[in-house]
């Protein structure tokens, strides 16, 4: 298993993959970086929709920097996406020429901190096994609007085998710095979501036996970018996350 | 005992009380309204110190509703402070003529909210035990700055029997909506802090075989505000504060 700072040398020298089961172990972030005007409604959106947007740290304007990791945030996620009044214009493996000094760079938990924990439990992956990435899909939730942001919930799916969907509740609520327990179990019609036509990610094979468990997701602030057309801001592409230095089971204490 | 409804009704009427042992069972939180121009930094301010300022709500600017409570947050509280470039300029039991349309006002948890769990287990608490407000001290370390906002944690103390001290730690642990697990036992030098002269609050007895415990505390926010001489806010006074309709148990779980 490779270290995360060798996981984002890789990255940064052009290797691009979904970052689920990388670094196992590590806590993961989803990545958003906007002008400091929309700064405050993205922190206070956070702030209002804890499970999508459990917030691992926030940066001063134009830092690059953070406390989780040893990275150059322009350049050690496998890819980006560059957005424009709610639309992506590029997906870039660097944003370095992309980057401005008004940017305040936001990093979220993310679901995949929790994989190696379900995975410890005894939990099998659907979308590990197969070698893609997780599918997410807007329901029709609602966040808590925040100023000039507003947009749908989304959500990642993991199918679990009905005797072990307790346990991945249990294991993955333990987990503070990821989504904490799923936000729904079964019954994706309710959710307004068609299981093999997933917004991000690719479709997983659901086996005989397996209900589909939903937790929130990191790329819920994606899609209020896209509904509150924001005229800037970048982020990780879905499924390709930073991974920082932080040992989640040591976060599970001194929270 | 009150409904938190009684004890509001009551503080609006003119009832002036620390509200620790009031309501007990039900969330209390800590207030502090600021210009819209300065309520980023303490947004932030509060993601980077979440152990004094675990935030509750943000209101939208000019509110002076939450989700939290059917209170009116200008009359609600027992008593208030306004600040002027981080003095205490009046401390009113109501801030209706004080209220401003830029004010953005954040909720953050507050420790009385545990003693309600302290006690059913069995743990004394001798500042209710005396009826006087338990005493909170500025400490030698230093939070996290946020732009503008910058200052030294203040905790709490309560002494604990030295057998209780590993069941205060567990009981405080679980409570997600207050400060959490102690930040310190023992050692108030290491802190820099004198027992008996307390910044806020009253000085506590100690008795044979307690021992200080410290947790951080909501009136952080309030030592930055003086600290960085913020033009304008308004907060509760210390020990008196906003009893929401929150019914603390409900929330260990979902978090």
Known sequence: MRTPKQARA???SGTVASTSGWANGYIQ?????LPKEHAFDMLLFAQRNPKPCPLLDVTDPGSWRTGLAHADLRTDLPRYRVWRNGT???EPTSVEEHWRPDLVTFLIGCSF???AALTEAGIP???VEAGTTVPMYRTNRTCRPAGSLSGPLVVSMRPIPTD???TAVQVSAQVHTAHGAPTHIGAPESLGVTLNSPDYGDPVEIHDGDIPVFWACGVTPQAALAASRIPFA???APGHMLITDIWEPVYRLGS
Chains 1, 2 share one sequence.
Do not use: D, G, M
């Open 10 to 12: 890789a990255f940064r």
């Open 29 to 33: 972030a989803n990545l958003i970086a």
């Open 88 to 90: 992506v214009v590029a």
């Open 113 to 115: 901190t929790f994989e």
């Open 125 to 127: 992956l659907r979308h």
């Open 164 to 166: 072990l969907v307790a």
């Open 234 to 236: 970048i982020t990780h």
